[in-house]
């Protein structure tokens, strides 16, 4: 049961405890009401709980990258040498 059918029994059953004066005769609408109630608010900390269970932070160990390799090259272009360096990224990452 959710947050949303928790509170939808709680204020169903507060109508029927509350606000409701009929007589049935065999069914009193005031006890249903607090029962739908009570029901309510059981579903509400049983939702709460599991929510609250679910948001454990986790540990995980760091992921090892290697963000910038060099490769470095010396070519030589009319009797001068020059130095050149290439960058490998990974695909997806920003730059």
Same mark, same amino acid.
């Given at each position: 049961? @959710?947050? !949303?059918? $928790?509170?939808? &029994?709680?204020? &169903? !059953? ?5 606000? %409701?004066?009929?007589?049935? !005769?065999? =069914? /009193? &609408? #005031?006890?249903? @009401?607090?029962?739908?109630?009570? #029901? !309510?608010?059981? @579903?509400? =900390?049983?939702? &709460?709980?599991?929510? /609250? $269970? ?5 540990? #995980?160990?760091? *992921?090892?990258?290697?963000? %910038? ?8 272009? $009319?009797?001068? *040498? *020059? ?8 695909? @997806?990452?920003?730059?």
């Amino acid at each position: 049961m @959710g947050i !949303g059918a $928790s509170i939808f &029994l709680i204020a &169903l !059953g507060a109508i029927f405890a509350f606000a %409701v004066e009929a007589d049935l !005769g065999w =069914l /009193n &609408l #005031a006890v249903v @009401g607090w029962v739908l109630m009570l #029901a !309510g608010v059981a @579903g509400l =900390l049983t939702t &709460l709980y599991f929510w /609250n $269970s679910r948001r454990r932070p986790v540990v #995980a160990p760091p *992921v090892r990258e290697d963000a %910038v390799v060099v490769d470095r090259v010396v070519p030589v272009q $009319s009797d001068r *040498v *020059v130095q050149e360096y290439r960058e490998v990224r990974r695909p @997806g990452r920003p730059v």
